[in-house]
Nanobody, 121 residues
């Protein structure tokens, strides 16, 4: 069984910073890419940033420069450093990872439970 546990969300004023963390645990053989998505009220879930095993990153245009995704050396924890936050960044942020377990033959997507980020103006 695999779990993705997020932490670090909260309430912050516009211009402030937050750092989200997501730790993957369980019967994990290998993790391919890891990513952060977000879903604002009434909107579809959207990709914010992703990072692969080589450290190559990809960002949504709206968050470039302000948000930075990173991954620990073991590769099982992903971070999202969020600076210069704007009210438009308010959403539930979800961690996503493509994982190969010891009992599966292929990589499968896994999701965290989500963490709320609220930016006040």
């Amino acid at each position: 069984q695999v779990q993705l546990v997020e932490s670090g969300g909260g309430l912050v004023q516009a211009g402030g910073s937050l750092r989200l963390s997501c730790a993957a645990s369980g019967s994990i053989f290998k993790i391919n890419h890891m990513a952060w998505y977000r879903q604002a009220p009434g909107k579809q879930r959207e990709l914010v940033a992703s990072i692969n095993r080589l450290g190559t990153t990809n960002y949504a245009f709206s968050v470039m420069v302000r948000l930075t995704i990173s991954r620990d050396n073991a590769g099982n924890t992903v971070y999202l450093q969020m600076n210069s936050l704007e009210p438009e960044d308010t959403a539930v942020y979800y961690c996503n990872a493509e994982i190969l377990t010891y009992t599966s033959a292929r990589f499968s997507p896994y999701w965290g439970q989500g963490t709320q980020v609220t930016v006040s103006s």
